[in-house]
């Protein structure tokens, strides 16, 4: 089994998520898409419950689903119930897929704070990874930048993927009031609206 791992807080999902996703199983060939929700200590937490970004993250599954069943969603970080590190996730699917073909899906963000990952050497080891940045060259500053040498570097594939959607802008453009309908996956818009997410307490 080839299987990929796209995780975040997904605080919410959006387009440029789901854009990732499908170009991911069609670019890649594989044979499972693991959404796993997180709770990144790298980050501010997150906004919505818990409860509510797993829901959130299955209505993009299930988007990603009506053109080919490929993608599920982890729970287990977030059941967790303490900051979660992708190594221990990497471990988690290994136990349950029996899979040791795994591809973690990352930003160029993360790609150049990788770093900062716990065991991230480590994750080098036992992944490989998907690096989705605005160029698909792999520049001698970007392997600076992520404290790489070359040779670590032929764990990396880079794909050019620009598409400049930000969960924490329409979280903000949500909480004025804003329509967002046409930057995420209908079923998720209609969540937050029927669950009143990132709207602002009433004076």
Same mark, same amino acid.
């Given at each position: 089994m080839r299987l990929a791992v796209f995780g975040g807080t997904f605080d919410p999902p959006h387009n440029g998520h789901l854009a990732l996703c499908l170009y991911a199983r069609e670019l890649l060939d594989i044979d499972r898409l693991v959404i796993s929700v997180s709770n990144n200590p790298l980050?501010?937490?997150p906004c919505s419950s818990d409860r509510d970004r797993v829901n959130m993250a299955g209505l993009?599954? %299930?988007t990603i689903n009506c053109t080919g069943n490929t993608a599920e969603v982890c729970s287990w970080e977030v059941n967790r119930g303490q900051a979660s590190y992708t190594i221990d996730l990497i471990a988690y699917i290994e136990e349950v897929y029996s899979c040791r073909d795994i591809t973690l899906l990352i930003g160029e %963000?993360?790609?150049r704070a990788l770093q900062q990952w716990k065991s991230w050497e480590e994750l080098l080891r036992r992944c490989n990874f #998907? #690096?989705?940045?605005r160029t698909a060259e792999k520049s001698a500053e970007a392997c600076e930048a992520a404290g790489l040498e070359t040779r670590r570097e032929e764990k990396f594939r880079h794909i050019g993927f620009n598409?400049?959607?930000s969960s924490t802008e329409l979280r903000e453009r949500i909480s004025s009031g804003e329509d967002c309908s046409d930057q995420m996956?209908?079923?998720?818009? $209609?969540?937050i609206v029927e669950?009143?997410?990132y $709207? $602002?307490?009433k004076q």
């Amino acid at each position: 089994m080839r299987l990929a791992v796209f995780g975040g807080t997904f605080d919410p999902p959006h387009n440029g998520h789901l854009a990732l996703c499908l170009y991911a199983r069609e670019l890649l060939d594989i044979d499972r898409l693991v959404i796993s929700v997180s709770n990144n200590p790298l980050k501010e937490a997150p906004c919505s419950s818990d409860r509510d970004r797993v829901n959130m993250a299955g209505l993009l599954a %299930d988007t990603i689903n009506c053109t080919g069943n490929t993608a599920e969603v982890c729970s287990w970080e977030v059941n967790r119930g303490q900051a979660s590190y992708t190594i221990d996730l990497i471990a988690y699917i290994e136990e349950v897929y029996s899979c040791r073909d795994i591809t973690l899906l990352i930003g160029e %963000d993360n790609y150049r704070a990788l770093q900062q990952w716990k065991s991230w050497e480590e994750l080098l080891r036992r992944c490989n990874f #998907v #690096v989705f940045g605005r160029t698909a060259e792999k520049s001698a500053e970007a392997c600076e930048a992520a404290g790489l040498e070359t040779r670590r570097e032929e764990k990396f594939r880079h794909i050019g993927f620009n598409l400049p959607l930000s969960s924490t802008e329409l979280r903000e453009r949500i909480s004025s009031g804003e329509d967002c309908s046409d930057q995420m996956p209908s079923p998720i818009w $209609r969540y937050i609206v029927e669950e009143g997410l990132y $709207r $602002r307490a009433k004076q």
